[in-house]
């Protein structure tokens, strides 16, 4: 993480940074940062196979399976990339 990563984090986190802000600068650090994109990518891929494995049976899943896993998959990464916010 670069020292203006990390200074970003703390205006978002003490309040100095609007969220629209904050989603602005997360889209501009995924752009540039070949790192962040590939662990974000990497978390997003894994709540989608996490799910399917759930749900699926020998891997088979029809349209609208496929369609509940992928919103599941996405509650799933959102609630880790959530965390524990105070």
Request: zero cysteines; aromatic letters at 6%.
């Amino acid at each position: 993480m670069t020292l203006n990563e990390e200074q970003n984090i703390k205006k978002v986190l003490g309040g100095e940074m609007k969220t629209q802000d904050a989603v602005r600068q997360l889209r501009k650090d995924l752009k540039k940062d070949d790192g962040l994109y590939i662990t974000y990518r990497a978390n997003i891929a894994m709540a989608f196979k996490d799910e399917f494995s759930r749900q699926s049976k020998n891997g088979r899943v029809n349209k609208t399976q496929l369609h509940n896993i992928a919103n599941q998959a996405a509650d799933n990464f959102l609630n880790l990339f959530i965390g524990d916010i105070k």
